[in-house]
C-alpha cells in the first residue's frame, strides 16, 4: 500500500479532525493536519457500504436494489407538511424582493417557525416534524426553488447547527432542554471557521479553557451562516491539556446572547444575497460544563459523523437548482425562434437540454437512494453522501452555466431587469451566483476527493499501511507483509472476471443491462488501476491529487449509473420514461468516465506541479503586467487578537413566533 499513516489525506472545511492535537495553533506542520484529520475518521464499519465496495471493484447491487422504499405511514405526514410548506413559499414568499433587499423578512421567519420548517429533522417527542432524510430533503429543494437563501438558512440550521449534533451525540438532558425551542422556531448556527482555519481545523484557534463549572471561551469565528440571527450555536473551540485531560478540539451548544458574544459583522458574497452570515466574537465566554456536546476532544469527530447524512442538503439544493433550469431552458428552447428553428432545435442547444435532463435525473436518483439508504439505517452511507454532494455540486454548477448559455444575453441579465422590460423573470444569473458556493462549503471539492479517496483505499491502509509506515518497526512491518500477502492472493483474482463480461449479464434490467454490465467491467478495472498506482507511487501517492480526484470521480459516475438503472427498472410500469433517462444519462457518464480514465495515466500533471512551483515563485509576473491589480497593502487574511470587541453588535433579533 502506498499512503503512511501520517500522510494519508486530510479531511477539512466543517469535516476535519479530532486530537491528538497540535498544542499551539497557527505553527502546525503538514503531518499534524493530517493526523488530526485522520484521527476524526470514523474506522469502524459496522454496515456494508456501497461506495467502499465499487472501490474495491465490486459492484454490490443487491445493497441498493430492490429499490429502497420509504415508509407510507411518515411518507403521508411529511406530505401534508410539504403541501403546506409549498402552499406557504408559493403564496407568502417573494425570492425577488429577498434577493433585492438581502434580507429575508421576520415574517418569513415566523411564517417558516409556524409551520415547524426550524423542527423538521427533531423528532416529533421534542416538538419537532420528524421528518425522514428523504422528505427534509425535498422540503429544503421546494423551500429553496423560491428562495436559496431560505434554502440555505433552514439547512446550516438543521444539518449543521444545533439540531443534527444534538441528536446523535447530545445529552438526554440536552435533547430536553434545547430541542423543544428549536423545533419551535429559534435558529442556531455552526462555528468552526475561523480567519486562519478553512479546509485546515489543525489550526483552530478558539479556547475554551477549563473554570470553575465549566469554560471560557475566547476566538473569533468567521462566515457562520445564520450567525447573525441564531440564538444558539454549535461552537468549535480547543481545551487545553492538562490535569490528565488529554483536551483537544471540543463542541459546546452556546446560548446566542451570552455576555462576552459580539456579532460583528454580517458578510456579503457572490450569491445567497438573503444569508444571514457573521463575523462573531467571543470573548470570555462562560459555558456550562454540562454544554459540552459528546465530550472533550471529541469536537470534529461529531461534526464529521454529523456530515454523513448533514451532507445531503447541499445536493437537495442543487437538484432542486435542476429542476428549476430544466424547465426555464425546456420552456424558453422550444419558443425561441433563431435562424428559422426553435434554438432548442439547433444540435449545440439540444445537446445542453440533454444534458440538464439527463444529469437532474442522475443526481436526484443519487440522493433519494442516500436518502432512503440512510432512512432505513441497513448501510454505511458515508461515502455514498459525500460522493453525492461532490458530484451534484460540480454538475450542477455547470447545468446553471449551460443555461445562462441557451438563454443568450437573457440568461446574463438580472429578473428585476427582464421584468422591467415587459418580460418574464426567470433569475437564472442569480441561480448560478447562489450555486457557486456548494463547490466550496461543507468540504470544498478538493478536500472531498481527498476525503473520499482516503476512505477508498481504506481497506488497503487497514492491512498494508505499516508496510510503508516510516514509524513502523520491523516486527509491525512483517506481520502487516502478511496480511498484505493474505488479502492480496484474495482479492486480486476477484479483478479479473465478472458478470460485466458475460454478454447476458444484468438481463433483468431490459436495455438498461449494457450500462450495468459496464459499471461492473469498469468498477474492477477502477480497483486495478487504483492498485497498480499505489505500488507505483506507494507513499507519494497521497501527494498525487489529480490522480485520486479522477479515481473518485470514475467511482461517482458507476454510482450514479447504478443507481439510476435500479430506480428506472424499479419504477418501470409507473414511470416508463425513467428508462429513456436512466439510458441517456448512463451513455454521458460513461462518456465522462473513459475521458477520466484516458487522463489517468495521460496528463500533465506532473509539469503542472513543477510549473506552479515556478509561478508560485514569481517566476512569470510579466505576464500580470499592463492591468491593475488589487492593493498589496492589506493583508490576506485579517489579524485578530483576543479581547473585548471594539465594534458595536450587529445581530438582528427575530421576534418569537406567537
Ligand atoms: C457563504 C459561506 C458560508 C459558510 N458557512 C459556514 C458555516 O456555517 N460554518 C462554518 O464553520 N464555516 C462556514 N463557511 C466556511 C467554509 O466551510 C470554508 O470556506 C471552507 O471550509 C473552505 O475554507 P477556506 O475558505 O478557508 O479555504 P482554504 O482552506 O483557504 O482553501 C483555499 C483553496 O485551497 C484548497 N485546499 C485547501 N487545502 C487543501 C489540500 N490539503 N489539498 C488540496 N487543496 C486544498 C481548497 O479546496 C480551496 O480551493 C462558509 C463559507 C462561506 C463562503
Same mark, same amino acid.
Given at each position: ?27 502546525? $506542520? ?64 417573494? +425570492? ?25 429533522k427533531i423528532d416529533?417527542?421534542y +416538538?419537532g416534524?420528524g ?27 438543521q444539518?449543521?447547527?444545533v439540531p443534527q449534533p444534538l441528536k446523535m451525540f447530545g445529552?438526554?438532558?440536552q435533547k430536553?432542554?434545547f430541542l423543544?425551542?428549536l ?46 440571527? &441564531? ?39 457572490? +450569491? ?22 459528546? +465530550? ?10 454529523t456530515?454523513?447524512t448533514g ?5 437537495? =439544493? ?6 428549476? $433550469? ?47 439508504? &440512510? ?165 507519494? =501517492? ?18 450514479? =449509473? ?82 473585548? $470587541? ?13
Amino acid at each position: 500500500m502506498t499512503t503512511t499513516q501520517d500522510e494519508r489525506p486530510a479531511a477539512g472545511g466543517i469535516d476535519g479532525g479530532a486530537g491528538p492535537l497540535p498544542q499551539e495553533a497557527g505553527q502546525v $506542520s503538514e503531518k499534524e493536519a493530517r493526523q488530526v484529520a485522520e484521527a476524526a475518521r470514523e474506522t469502524e464499519w459496522g454496515k456494508p457500504s456501497f461506495g467502499k465496495e465499487l472501490f474495491l471493484g465490486r459492484l454490490r447491487l443487491d445493497l441498493i436494489d430492490p429499490w429502497p422504499q420509504p415508509d407510507p405511514a411518515k411518507t403521508a405526514r411529511a406530505d401534508e407538511f410539504l403541501a403546506q410548506l409549498g402552499e406557504y413559499v408559493r403564496t407568502e414568499v417573494d +425570492g425577488a424582493q429577498i434577493e433585492r433587499d438581502a434580507r429575508i423578512p421576520d415574517e418569513v421567519f415566523q411564517g417558516l417557525g409556524r409551520l415547524g420548517a426550524f423542527g423538521m429533522k427533531i423528532d416529533e417527542e421534542y +416538538g419537532g416534524l420528524g421528518l425522514s432524510n428523504l422528505h427534509y430533503c425535498r422540503a429544503l429543494m421546494l423551500a429553496g426553488s423560491v428562495s436559496p437563501a431560505i434554502g440555505a438558512l433552514l439547512s446550516a440550521h438543521q444539518s449543521i447547527g444545533v439540531p443534527q449534533p444534538l441528536k446523535m451525540f447530545g445529552s438526554a438532558e440536552q435533547k430536553k432542554r434545547f430541542l423543544p425551542r428549536l423545533a419551535a422556531g429559534e435558529v442556531s448556527a455552526f462555528l468552526l471557521t475561523e480567519p486562519d482555519v478553512g479546509s485546515d481545523p489543525a489550526r483552530l484557534g478558539a479556547t475554551a479553557e477549563p473554570v470553575e463549572g465549566g469554560f471560557k471561551l475566547n476566538g473569533v469565528k468567521l462566515w457562520a451562516t445564520n450567525g447573525t440571527v &441564531a440564538t444558539l450555536l454549535v461552537v468549535m473551540a480547543r481545551v487545553p491539556a492538562g490535569d490528565g485531560q488529554r483536551g483537544g478540539i471540543t463542541a459546546f451548544v452556546v446560548e446566542g446572547d451570552s455576555p462576552g458574544i459580539t456579532v460583528e459583522r454580517r458578510n456579503e458574497f457572490l +450569491g445567497l444575497r438573503g444569508l444571514e452570515n457573521s463575523v462573531t466574537r467571543f470573548h470570555d465566554v462562560f459555558v456550562p460544563a454540562e454544554q459540552v456536546i459528546g +465530550g472533550v476532544g471529541k469536537g470534529l469527530k461529531i461534526a464529521l459523523t454529523t456530515l454523513n447524512t448533514g451532507r445531503l442538503s447541499l445536493p437537495a =439544493m442543487c437538484v432542486g437548482a435542476g429542476k428549476w $433550469s430544466l424547465n426555464v431552458a425546456r420552456e424558453w428552447a422550444a419558443e425561441r425562434v433563431q435562424w428559422g428553428r426553435p434554438v432548442g432545435e439547433h444540435e449545440a442547444v439540444a445537446k445542453k437540454l440533454s444534458f440538464i435532463a439527463a444529469t437532474t435525473y442522475g443526481m436526484e436518483t443519487m440522493l433519494d437512494l442516500c436518502c432512503m439508504l &440512510a432512512d432505513d439505517d441497513r448501510n454505511d452511507i458515508r461515502i455514498e453522501a459525500a460522493l453525492v454532494k461532490l458530484y451534484a455540486s460540480e454538475l450542477a454548477w455547470q447545468i446553471a452555466d449551460e443555461l445562462i448559455q441557451i438563454r443568450g444575453g437573457r440568461g446574463y441579465e438580472t429578473a428585476d431587469s427582464l421584468a422591467a422590460r415587459g418580460e418574464r423573470p426567470a433569475a437564472v444569473e442569480q441561480i448560478l451566483r447562489d450555486l457557486r458556493i456548494n463547490r466550496i462549503f461543507e468540504g470544498s471539492t478538493e478536500i472531498m476527493h481527498l476525503l473520499i479517496a482516503r476512505e477508498a483505499v481504506d481497506a488497503h491502509l487497514s492491512v498494508a499501511g505499516d508496510i510503508i509506515d516510516p514509524d513502523a518497526d520491523l516486527a509491525r512491518k512483517a506481520r502487516a507483509g502478511a496480511r498484505a500477502g493474505a488479502f492480496y492472493a484474495r482479492w486480486l483474482p476477484t479483478l479479473a472476471v465478472g458478470r460485466g463480461q458475460t454478454p447476458t449479464g444484468y438481463a433483468e434490467y431490459g436495455p438498461l443491462a449494457g450500462h450495468l454490465r459496464y459499471a461492473e467491467r469498469t468498477s474492477r478495472k477502477l480497483a486495478r488501476s487504483t492498485f497498480y498506482a499505489m505500488s507505483r507511487w506507494q507513499g507519494r =501517492m497521497e501527494r498525487k491529487q489529480a490522480f485520486l480526484a479522477r479515481i473518485v470521480d470514475i467511482g461517482a459516475e458507476l454510482f450514479a =449509473m447504478a443507481a439510476t438503472c435500479v430506480r428506472a427498472k424499479a419504477e418501470r410500469e409507473t414511470r416508463p420514461e425513467g428508462m429513456e433517462l436512466a439510458d441517456l444519462f448512463c451513455r454521458q457518464a460513461r462518456v465522462r468516465a473513459e475521458r477520466l480514465f484516458a487522463e489517468l495515466w495521460d496528463n500533465t500533471d506532473s509539469i503542472d506541479v513543477k510549473a506552479a512551483k515556478r509561478i508560485l515563485g514569481g517566476r512569470y509576473t510579466f505576464l500580470e503586467d499592463g492591468v491593475v491589480t488589487p492593493a498589496t497593502d492589506v493583508d490576506q487574511v485579517a489579524a485578530w487578537e483576543p479581547g473585548p $470587541s471594539t465594534v458595536g453588535d450587529v445581530r438582528r433579533r427575530i421576534p418569537p413566533v406567537d
